[in-house]
């Protein structure tokens, strides 16, 4: 499933429905106050989470989109000789 | 420069460091997990110490598509081993490890590493089809189930019930297999990985003895972590995950309630000194400076927290047994712009070299003996006069800062209830601002009738007294 990179800013109450969206993988460690009540987290999420995270009312930022992300992942792999397991 | 990824690359890795400097370097095998692939982790020490080696435990490749852990603990060996044959120092960027310390490290630690914790996990990355963003362990070994081995260790596993149902869902944790959170497993230490690593953390796997200091790498934070991860540290000995009167009552820390705090024991304080002197090594090795600076952090630093992790099952151990302490840190190497889970050839060097300066640094420190460097707790903002001024930047918020950080700790009344009042205010301070945030009238009214003449009281004193 395609994911893009993203950075997500909002209330606090906003951030902690994140990890309740689906197809949303929060990095927790990433988490920060930023403001009185605003906080700051990375995360990996398919559109159709964007669309949700949205929907909450909190700001999305894409860093990477899907097909960056994408090509991240492929790119780590680069230069392997051996095939790749059936 | 390409690096080891797949389980061929990494075991003929293991093997030829361990044949290469069979005098320093020892391979043994764990537990074959559920695909029937070998566990494997590598000794080092040398020579026969006059006493007892520090049992010390480097783990990585836990979660599956992080890349760059596992090979960067072997080059981390080799990097030792050959130091050792050529009777020379090692030197990264701005770090420098002489070959005396080189050679303290050999005689009094017992260093094992285990670099692929899961490595049907790794194969599922690679496979095809597979998923590059898979992180948990094949078990079952078809479909999209599979264990977080991270959450599946036997320290507040079962998170509803170690917490209040609304702290509940600020873990990133699942009951359910497929669940993109990560599934805990049938049952605390259900897993073959992580009896792997429960063997060499507690000393019953072959040859090792209960380790006294603990490192799981991962990526890609560019953070150095210590516990704990379930929830915010406290002295409280009342307040600790087998306390069954706490159970279904523990607040997390991403609601602010402050009713609980796990419970930290002494002998293990210094975590957060020892995290900052490792991500100094980090930063010396990469030669970092200013902004972008790898940090040191408490794993439950925010919104969120972790149960069923390596890093707080290794710490608990320290609370099990009075006679042992275990240090435990995580570290996070790499970032997103080092290619996050995948840093490809070219960005691999950095983050490498993140992991051998951490890691460096901390076997030097633990070697010297010398005493652990202490490192106060972080600085909290202040959430409620920004609120009251609209502007973390004003000066009288500059100065009530001032006043707390820099001239209540200098004096001995300050030293005594300081302490107590700040940690009270990090629990009061951001509802108290977020409500009066919400009302920008009463905060202009406790502006004028509270912070002002307070503020004005203070600098007239502080004047007075030459400050």
Known sequence: MAVSFVEISGTLEQMRQLLAVDGMEVMIHSASQIAPDRWRVEAYPTQAAIAAVQGLGATVTVIRTEDEVTAQLEAGWAGVDEPPIA | MEYPRTLTEISTVEIALATHYSGVVTQQALTQTVGGRAVTYLQIAKGIAPEPRIPVLFVGGIHARELA??????????????????????TIGRLTISAADVQLILAKVELCVLAMANPDGRDY????PGDRMWRKNRNPPLGNEGVDINRNFDIAWDFEKYYDSSAAKDVKASKIPAHQLGYIGHHAGSEIETQNIVALIDGTAPGVRPAEWFVDVHSHHGTVFYPWALETNGSDHTMHWRNAAWDNRRDGVGNFRGDYAEYFPPKAAPRRGIASMMAIGSNDANSRSGSGKVGAKQLAEGLYTATGTSVDYALSRSILDPNRT???FAIECGTPSDGGFAPSATQYPTVEKDVHGSLLVLLR????????????EPKIGCFVATAVYGDPGHRDVAFLRRLR???????????RIGPPIVRVYGRLGPPAARWLAAK?????????????????????LLREEGR
């Open chain 2, 405 to 415: 950080d820099e001239v209540l700790p200098t004096t001995r009344a300050g030293r």
């Open chain 2, 69 to 90: 852990p596992p090979a960067a603990l072997l080059s981390l060996v080799g990097l030792l081993a050959k130091a050792d044959a050529t009777s020379s120092g090692i």
């Open chain 2, 440 to 460: 920008p009238r009463l905060a202009g009214v406790v502006r004028r009738v509270a912070f002002e003449p307070t503020v004005n009281a203070c600098r007239q």
């Open chain 2, 125 to 128: 990355v690679y496979s095809t």
């Open chain 2, 326 to 328: 275990v240090f435990a």
């Open chain 2, 365 to 376: 420190h633990i070697a010297s003996g010398v005493a652990h460097p202490v490192v106060g």
